[in-house]
């Protein structure tokens, strides 16, 4: 490991013209600083500290892999991609576990969707755009830099392979605490999670843009065992039977029947008047 860092400290594209950062990384850095630019010292810095911390997690996570198939770095065997896929696992689970918090009424498969909302790959790099993390990545000499430090693939790689060394390096509070800060405090959740599923919000917005009275729920039947009722449920606008929905959930079965509300309105609406 030690010769890996002092290989890919000594790459040309890592070199620093910073004199004052060139002579604090003789003076007073460890030796897997040497070359880093002063901006990369300090934005590692505030993730592993000078005395404290495993240095190689986070240059392993900002290590593309372009830099293992460089011919002028044929020993540097390892790129963020094993870091990325354990990132991708902790920033799934503290993002899962806070939806199923945060919803307590959402089924599961509405919880899935709205997680992939937030763990996409274009919202991991807008998260990682404002670590400014394509500064910091270490790419090969024969690669088109500016192309990959901009690449919506590398920076989602980037984000989620600091999370994993994050996780390594401090424990999982340590993880979740960066995904706090960083993707929780940036997301508005109210929008995700009214942006597709909640039909009952859009059924009432519907009614009252076309001066509708609000819609009517009502049970229509329950069947089955009491730990596993099943109900449908009937919504109503103006005595007007709009659709109908049947779920183990109530809240669950109003959104069924909302949804198939605003699909009949919309064909309502694109049909021509006779």
């Not at 986070?58 to 540097?76: K, N």
């Not at 999370?163 to 800060?181: N, P, R, T």
């Amino acid at each position: 490991m030690e010769r890996f860092w002092q290989k890919i400290t000594a790459l040309a594209f890592n070199r620093s013209n910073d004199p004052v950062a060139e002579e604090t990384a003789a003076t007073v850095l460890p030796p897997a600083f040497a070359g880093l630019s002063s901006k990369t010292i300090v934005f590692i810095q505030n993730f592993a500290g000078l005395k404290q911390g495993n240095v190689s997690l986070y240059l392993t996570a900002l290590t593309h892999r372009s830099v293992v198939h460089d011919p002028s770095t044929q020993d540097i065997i390892e790129s963020n991609q094993r870091l990325e896929f354990l990132g991708d696992s902790v920033l799934g689970l503290i993002i899962s576990e806070y939806l199923f918090r945060q919803l307590p009424e959402s089924a599961e498969g509405e919880l899935s969707s709205n997680r992939s909302k937030i763990v996409n790959r274009k919202a991991l790099a807008g998260f990682a755009r404002t670590l400014e993390l394509g500064d910091h990545l270490l790419i090969g000499e024969s690669a088109d830099r500016n192309k990959i430090k901009n690449s919506e693939s590398a920076l989602a790689d980037a984000f989620e392979s600091l999370i994993g060394a994050i996780y390594l390096d401090k424990g999982i509070g340590a993880a979740s605490d960066f995904i706090q800060m960083h993707v929780i405090e940036h997301v508005d959740f109210s929008s995700i999670v009214s942006a597709d599923h909640n039909y009952k919000s859009r059924l009432i917005e519907y009614t009252q843009s076309h001066h509708q009275p609000p819609p009517i729920y009502t049970v229509t039947e329950e069947s089955g065992a009491e730990h596993e009722k099943t109900f449908t449920i009937t919504v109503s606008c103006s005595g007007q039977l709009l659709g109908s929905g049947t779920a183990p959930r109530k809240k669950d079965a109003e959104q069924l029947a909302a949804k198939e509300a605003m699909k009949h309105l919309a064909a309502a609406d694109e049909t021509p008047p006779g």
